[in-house]
């Protein structure tokens, strides 16, 4: 059983460009979680969503940034016209439940705006 | 928001020896999660907490769920080279986690 997967694992970007970042869940998780690390931080929620369903974007800033997890394919977090400010390890979690809390999470995509 | 605190931020033991961190906050979670990290990837899960007063281990690691539900601790016991690594505690209210900033554990062997 695989775990969580994302891609890529290293991004780099211009200022100005979009970044897109890809997570697929653990088989048989619908729960995904995205999650910003800065270095020598914690980790700081972003966003919370089920299969077609924003449920939670309160971490989220209200622009530039944008998370969808269709039907089929991975989850996927948008960051279009990136800065400086938007370098930092981003990872994504998921869950078969939303109670129970426990996460999992994937290896992360490291971005770095140059 | 909510905010943890967690202690201490770092720590350099000796190989053997037996390593306790904890983490506090102002609110109440029903779950605490402790992760560790190792650079470059991502938190592992090493235990989870549900009920307050819970006391859980896995292997050399215990873990409480502090009575008030306002914190919890990590203790490791007997340390070797690779317990080194970041710990987080992480605080659980329905699916939201609130993380600590981390305890960097150095194992001298």
């Known amino acids: 059983n695989a775990g969580v997967m994302q891609n890529p694992r290293h991004l780099v970007r211009r200022r100005g460009q979009e970044a897109r970042l890809r997570c697929s869940p653990m088989k048989g998780h619908s729960h995904v979680y995205w999650y910003r690390q800065l270095p020598e931080e914690g980790l700081k929620f972003m966003v919370y969503l089920q299969k077609e369903n924003i449920i939670d974007e309160s971490g989220m800033p209200k622009e530039r940034f944008s998370a969808e997890f269709p039907k089929e394919g991975p989850s996927i977090l948008r960051i279009q016209q990136v800065v400086r400010g938007d370098s930092a390890a981003y990872f994504c979690?998921?869950?078969?439940?939303?109670?129970?809390?426990?996460?999992?999470f994937g290896p992360g995509t490291r971005l770095t705006v140059l | 928001g909510q905010q943890l605190n967690q202690s201490p931020q770092s720590m350099f033991i000796q190989e053997g020896e037996d390593v306790s961190m904890n983490c506090t906050s102002s609110s109440i979670f029903n779950t605490w999660l402790w992760y560790k990290q190792d650079p470059g990837e991502g938190p592992v899960l090493l235990i989870a907490?549900?009920?307050?007063?819970e006391l859980t281990s896995n292997g050399r690691l215990t873990a409480q769920f502090g009575i008030t539900r306002k914190d919890s601790f990590l203790n490791i016991s007997a340390s070797i080279p690779s317990d080194v690594g970041i710990y987080f505690c992480s605080g659980g209210s329905n699916y939201k986690l609130t993380f600590g900033k981390g305890t960097l554990l150095t194992v001298n062997p």
């Open positions: 979690a998921s869950s078969p439940d939303r109670v129970l809390g426990e996460q999992f």
């Open positions: 907490l549900y009920k307050a007063g």
